[in-house]
């Protein structure tokens, strides 16, 4: 855990009084229960392959920074696990071992919220969730990406922009969908290779409220395990500036963050990334100031696991 992260005004130490960095305690096995628990992947190198801007890997103690301060209106069990960092060693080992913490922590009945680093977060917390013993064998795992890109590109070398499609290649069993896509984002080979796996989607023009809801609930519908994958891209520039490639059009915040109440409180949320803050970018703290509010109304409306 990032001590120096959590940090910040305290006016008492009674329930009513409390702000995050009041709640967050280092994680320990065992402690997991019916608890929030974060994990950050200091991580850019996909983002580097991926010709993107650099700087995601500040992002895990970025999002801690802005969630610190934030008050809490009711109580809750939260953790710190620590940070996976990506330097020197190759990218697929980093994926490797955030699946693995991942994993754990599932299996100690936590709640993980992991904090990224770039798009390539994905590929590792799905390894986390496909490895859990809480995963039977015939159960299918729904993957909800909030994102203007579909990231399935062809690359033979992994990076931010192929998580999906090495997810799709290597599980029958995983739904994919993604609300915000922008079209003059993603090639046509990309929309092609979006509907030969069955993805859906809906473009950033077409995030009207209520499709978006009948979108969602369609797809909850037909999965046992929600994975939640927001991609700050998906939102308009002048909210979330502070990103590698910034939306000229993006999702309204409200919009997002009603998908995030209905995929919180469905009751087969088991997982929950953040990807793509580039604190260097940011202005203001304005990005990572609203994916931490995000992230709040995540994890205290969360509906544990059916």
């Known amino acids: ?18 702000r995050w960095h009041q709640a967050v305690t280092p ?14 992947f200091a991580c850019e190198e996909g983002v580097r392959r991926n010709k993107g801007r650099l700087g995601a890997a500040e992002g895990p103690d970025a999002l801690r920074r802005a969630l610190s301060p934030m ?9 710190d696990a620590g940070t996976i960092a990506v330097t020197d060693e190759r990218l697929e080992d980093g994926q490797r ?8 922590l599932l299996d100690d009945g936590a709640f ?10 994905a590929y590792g917390t799905y390894l986390g969730l496909a490895g859990s013993t809480r995963r039977t064998p015939n159960s299918t795992i729904g993957i909800l990406n909030l994102d203007a890109h579909f990231d399935l590109r062809p690359d ?34 990309l929309f092609d290779t979006a509907n030969s796996f069955g993805v859906r989607y809906l473009l950033d ?13 369609d797809f909850l519908a037909g999965i046992d395990f929600l994975y939640l994958t927001i991609d700050l891209d998906v939102l308009p520039a002048s909210t979330a500036p502070g990103v590698s490639a910034p939306a000229a059009y993006g999702v309204p915040l409200p919009t997002i963050q009603a998908i995030c109440d209905q995929a919180t409180t469905s009751g087969k949320l088991a997982i929950v990334d953040i990807a793509e803050l580039n ?28």
């Not at 008050?71 to 953790?79: I, P, S, V």
């Not at 993980?112 to 977060?121: D, N, R, S, T």
């Open 27 to 40: 994680y320990e096995p065992g402690k997991g229960p019916g608890a929030c628990v974060f994990v950050g």
């Open 156 to 189: 033979p070398v992994p990076s931010s922009g192929t998580p999906f499609r090495q997810i799709l290649e290597s599980d029958d069993n995983v739904h994919y969908a993604v609300i915000g896509i922008s079209q003059p984002s993603n090639t046509r080979i």
């Open 279 to 306: 604190p260097h970018l940011d202005i203001d703290s304005r990005t990572a100031r609203t994916a931490a509010r995000l992230i709040h109304r995540i994890v205290t409306r969360h509906v544990p696991l059916n």
């Open 1 to 18: 855990m990032t001590s120096e992260s959590w940090t910040g005004r305290v006016d008492g130490t009674t329930p009513e009084h409390l």
């Open 112 to 121: 993980p919220v992991v904090l990224g680093g770039g798009h390539e977060i």
């Open 97 to 104: 071992r955030l699946g693995e913490t991942v994993s754990a």
């Open 205 to 217: 023009d077409d995030c009207e409220p209520t499709r978006v809801t009948d979108f969602i609930n």
């Open 71 to 79: 008050a809490l209106a009711t109580d809750l069990r939260a953790f």
